[in-house]
C-alpha cells in the first residue's frame, strides 16, 4: 500500500458526460501528478500540481483538467468523454516538486470505461 | 528527445527459465533517474527499482537483476528462474530533472508453467 488513495476504483458512463477522479496524496506530500494509461498511448504523463499550484503540464487534453485543493487532494476532471477516454488513471505523489529526485508513489488507479 | 523503448512487445517464457526485458532510453539531461515497474493483471503498479545517471553499478536483487549501461542508453532487467507469478507487464521509465515520469510501452510477460 503507497498510501496515495483513489476512488472511485471503477467508473462506468457515457459518451458526452462529465466525471470527477479524486487522489488522496500520502501524507505530508505537497505534489500531486496525474498520469492516464490508455491502450493507444500507454501510460503518459497529464499534469502535475504542488501545493495547489500547477506546476507542470503534459499530453492533457484540453477537456481535462485538475486542481489541488488546500488539504492537499486533488481531482481532474474530465468532461465531453469520449470513447477513447476510456483509460486506467493513475494518481501519483511526492515529497516536494522539483529539482532533484522526488520519488513518486503511485495510487491503485481508477479505471474509466466511457460507453 | 526523451523517450523509452521496449522493443519487445510480448514475451512467453516456460517456468523456471531465465528472461530478459531490454529497455533503451533517449535523455539530453546528465542527470536523469531510471525505473522498472511491474503490472499484475490487477492493475497497479509495483515499484521494483530507481537508478540515478550517476550509479552504474549493477543491481541483484532476489531472482531480479539490472543492468545498466549508459554507453549504450540500456537498463536490461533479467529475472532468473522466473515463475508463474511473474507473469505481468513490465514497464521501464525515464525521469528527469522536471519530475515527470515516461514510460516506455511496456513488455508483457508470460510465464508458463
Known amino acids: 500500500d503507497s498510501g496515495v488513495t483513489q476512488t472511485p476504483k471503477h467508473l462506468i458512463t457515457a459518451t458526452g458526460q462529465r466525471v470527477t477522479l479524486r487522489c488522496s496524496p500520502r501524507s505530508g506530500d505537497l505534489s500531486v501528478y496525474w498520469y492516464q494509461q490508455s491502450l493507444d498511448q500507454g501510460l503518459q504523463f497529464l499534469i502535475q500540481?504542488?501545493?495547489?499550484?500547477?506546476?507542470a503540464k503534459g499530453n492533457i487534453l484540453e477537456r481535462f483538467s485538475a486542481q489541488q485543493f488546500p488539504d492537499l487532494h486533488s481531482e481532474l476532471n474530465l468532461s465531453s468523454l469520449e470513447l477513447g477516454d476510456s483509460a486506467l488513471y493513475f494518481c501519483?505523489?511526492?515529497?516536494?516538486?522539483?529539482?532533484?529526485?522526488?520519488?513518486?508513489?503511485f495510487g491503485p488507479g481508477t479505471r474509466l470505461t466511457v460507453l | 528527445a526523451q523517450k523509452v523503448t521496449q522493443a519487445q512487445t510480448e514475451i512467453s517464457v516456460v517456468e523456471k527459465e531465465d528472461v530478459t526485458l531490454d529497455c533503451v532510453y533517449e535523455?539530453?539531461?546528465?542527470?536523469?533517474?531510471l525505473f522498472w515497474y511491474k503490472q499484475p493483471p490487477s492493475g497497479e503498479l509495483v515499484f521494483l527499482i530507481r537508478?540515478?545517471?550517476?550509479?552504474?553499478q549493477n543491481e541483484i536483487s532476489g531472482r531480479y537483476s539490472w543492468n545498466f549501461q549508459k554507453s549504450t542508453s540500456s537498463f536490461n532487467f533479467t529475472i532468473t528462474a522466473s515463475q508463474v507469478v511473474d507473469s505481468a507487464v513490465y514497464f521501464c521509465?525515464?525521469?528527469?530533472?522536471?519530475?515527470?515520469?515516461?514510460f516506455g510501452k511496456g513488455t508483457r510477460l508470460h510465464i508458463l508453467p
Open positions: 535523455t539530453r539531461d546528465t542527470t536523469y533517474y
Open positions: 500540481y504542488y501545493n495547489g499550484e500547477e506546476r
Open positions: 501519483a505523489s511526492s515529497v516536494a516538486g522539483a529539482s532533484g529526485y522526488n520519488e513518486q508513489f
Open positions: 537508478r540515478n545517471s550517476f550509479d552504474e
Open positions: 521509465a525515464l525521469m528527469n530533472r522536471d519530475d515527470k515520469i515516461i
